[in-house]
């Protein structure tokens, strides 16, 4: 069965809709940007009527919904959890689960997200085919296939949902390597080196405005309402995620991360990435072999070769801090993040795919804690690893 289409021409029309009753919208730092932002609006079903332009106000919700992936010691999946299993704290304190539904019994809705990334593309491929083939149930579960960062703009002007695994394969086998939509993280360092010392100079890049690959994903995700189990698989490099050389680039990329880690908190979309390792900051190149230096003084000291490795760690530092960024989309969002270095990723896929089999939805009453912003830990015994966003937004509707 396929749905209407979300069509991504629309994508600058629309805003978004809270996923789940009562929660309020997120704070400034942790929202969208009416100027970068974009969605697609949701179809209605066919048949149904226009939305009356002014609905009753809602009451407080009396229960949040959180996605857990669970699994044991050994990484597989923990089955067959209980209720009087899991430990809720919200906001530091104990709240008891209400309800707890298992996962198999839930649709799954999956974005798959890869990178335009000539080096490593095909091996995304492989990966993205293997998770289809290992979590998508045909005619229950539901998923779309999209790429970020490519040189030319997407093809297509929509994207649609599709129930039939063999069909995505298709989709993913059929990608176009240089094309995809914007991406939200664009962090550049561009150094212009001549053979004279001190003609050197460094300039931070990082373009922003304008809907990006995870607007058209939130949107996507928005645009079915029915219950079910929302993941985003993306592969990120972390180089582009890096916060920068100072309080104007950081302040930018802080602020991007955490509008991207804040809708996917009140969507309830748990995000697992595949990361893809840079050599140029792993130690297996020498980035500075083969470069020809000028001595400053007489002694044969290089103030050329001094500056490149001072550049070079503080490069270094700046790609642990987007390796850090990305870490922090997946955390607290309730994913987690796997820097693979296997071909085609097996060892992460496999991962993914033991959480994802593993997973529960469990509702709760939250607690009377003045504030719309509530820190979230759920722990589900002794031995059981779990995953769950870290914060959720709850209060009177506007």
């Known amino acids: 069965m396929k749905r209407a289409p979300v069509l991504l021409l629309f994508l600058v029309l629309g805003v978004f809709a809270s996923a789940s009753l009562g929660q309020a919208d997120p ?34 919700a009396h229960f949040v919904p959180v996605l857990v992936s669970a699994t044991d010691a050994s990484g597989n999946p ?64 539901e998923a779309f296939v999209i790429t970020a960062r490519g040189k030319k703009p997407w093809p297509s002007d929509r994207l649609e949902w599709k129930q039939d695994p063999a069909e995505l394969v298709k989709t993913i086998e059929g990608l176009d390597r240089n094309a995809g939509l914007a991406d939200a993280f664009t962090f550049d360092l561009d150094t212009a080196e001549t053979e004279l010392i001190g ?29 079910a189990r929302r993941v985003i698989v993306i592969f990120r490099e972390a180089w582009p995620h890096s916060q920068g050389f100072g309080q104007q680039v950081n302040t930018v990329v802080e602020d991007k991360l955490l509008q991207v880690i804040g809708m996917a908190q009140e969507l309830h979309i748990a995000t697992f990435v595949i990361g893809l ?14 470069k020809n230096y000028i001595p400053l003084h007489m002694s044969g ?34 994913g987690a993040a796997f ?21 529960y939805i469990v509702t709760f009453t939250p607690s009377d804690v003045a504030t719309p912003v509530h820190t979230l830990k759920v722990t589900a015994g002794a031995g059981t690893r779990t995953l769950a966003q870290t914060t959720f937004f709850y209060g009177p509707p506007k």
């Open 78 to 141: 923990a089955m067959g959890l209980t209720k009087e299993q899991f430990s809720i704290l919200d906001t530091m304190q104990s709240v008891q689960p209400i309800q707890v539904f298992k996962g198999s019994d839930i649709p799954l809705h999956l974005a798959i997200v890869l990178l335009v990334a000539p080096g490593s593309f095909s091996q995304q491929q492989a990966a993205a085919v293997d998770l289809v083939q290992k979590v998508v149930r045909p005619k229950i579960d």
């Open 339 to 359: 820097w693979s270095v296997k071909k085609n990723y097996t060892d992460a896929v496999t991962s993914i795919a033991n959480l994802l089999a593993g997973q």
């Open 199 to 227: 003609r050197r100079s460094t300039s931070q890049i990082y373009a922003t405005g304008g809907p990006s690959v995870f607007d058209a994903v939130y949107s996507m995700m928005n645009s079915d309402p029915r219950p």
């Open 27 to 60: 704070p400034q730092s942790a929202s969208k940007d009416p100027a970068n932002s974009a969605v697609a609006p949701t179809a209605p079903p066919t048949g149904a009527s226009a939305p009356t332009p002014a609905a009753p106000a809602r009451p407080r």
């Open 277 to 290: 390792e840079d050599p140029r900051f792993t130690g297996i190149t020498d980035n500075n072999l083969g």
């Open 301 to 334: 000291g290089s103030g050329g070769a001094a500056y490149d490795t001072a550049l070079e760690k503080s490069k270094l530092r700046a790609y642990e801090g987007g390796k850090t960024n990305v870490q922090r989309m997946a955390a607290e969002s309730g």
